[in-house]
T-cell receptor, first 113, second 117 residues
Framework: KAGVTQTPRYLIKTRGQQVTLSCSPISGHRSVSWYQQTPGQGLQFLFE???????NKGNFPGRFSGRQFSNSRSEMNVSTLELGDSALYLC????????????FGPGTRLTVL | AQKVTQAQTEISVVEKEDVTLDCVYE???????LFWYKQPPSGELVFLIR??????QNEISGRYSWNFQKSTSSFNFTITASQVVDSAVYFC??????????????FGAGTQVVVTP
């Protein structure tokens, strides 16, 4: 069974631009969660989607948004990029339970110049 | 407030030594889950083990073992006979079974393990 895939793997943007990251979960998984990893703040939860609905959201500004499609694929968007948005963005997929094991993708490394 | 604390920033060992990683968590839930993940230099978080709050039985899986003690809110992880390929950052994570915690893992700061030949 294929794992979680994320595209692109690397991205360079400039301040003020916007970016869209994509995540395809493991086949049969309906939950997709997004995390931001930075050296200063560590791993932080962004949001989780299940059956095209956002179920939970972390403490991030409204510039961070996401959505999920009917095939469970998810996209994350960051508008008006700031230097501090440079990070590794990890996507995880799970089945249905809030406490199910989440399996992570390889991440998208975003650099904002 | 930090709910998962990994006090060890970095541990360096020589191959074949055992490595024990400490994790202390904080929660008011009676039902919760604890996880250990490994992050090699490639960046992907690799799932290692999972334990629920109702099962304090400690187990061994290959070279991995864990010690879950609710009385001290600790969930320690041991790698036996370490190998160079074990070099990575190890994260302890907590998932609380509240309805507003869907899909939310709360991670510790991570412990860098360096295994030298």
């Amino acid at each position: 069974k294929a794992g979680v895939t994320q595209t692109p793997r690397y991205l360079i943007k400039t301040r003020g631009q916007q970016v869209t990251l994509s995540c395809s979960p493991i086949s049969g998984h309906r939950s997709v969660s997004w995390y931001q990893q930075t050296p200063g703040q560590g791993l932080q939860f962004l949001f989780e989607y299940f059956s095209e609905t956002q179920r939970n959201k972390g403490n991030f500004p409204g510039r961070f948004s996401g959505r999920q499609f009917s095939n469970s694929r998810s996209e994350m968007n960051v508008s008006t990029l700031e230097l501090g948005d440079s990070a590794l963005y990890l996507c995880a997929s799970g089945t249905e339970s809030s406490t199910d094991t989440q399996y992570f993708g390889p991440g998208t490394r975003l650099t904002v110049l | 407030a930090q709910k998962v604390t990994q006090a060890q920033t970095e541990i360096s060992v020589v191959e074949k030594e055992d490595v024990t990683l400490d994790c202390v968590y904080e929660t008011r839930d009676t039902t919760y889950y604890l996880f250990w993940y490994k992050q090699p230099p490639s960046g992907e978080l690799v799932f290692l083990i999972r334990r629920n709050s109702f099962d304090e039985q400690n187990e061994i899986s290959g070279r991995y073992s864990w010690n879950f003690q609710k009385s001290t809110s600790s969930f320690n992880f041991t790698i036996t006979a370490s190998q160079v390929v074990d070099s990575a950052v190890y994260f302890c994570a907590l998932s609380e079974a509240e309805t507003d915690s869907w899909g939310k893992l709360q991670f510790g700061a991570g412990t860098q393990v360096v295994v030298t030949p």
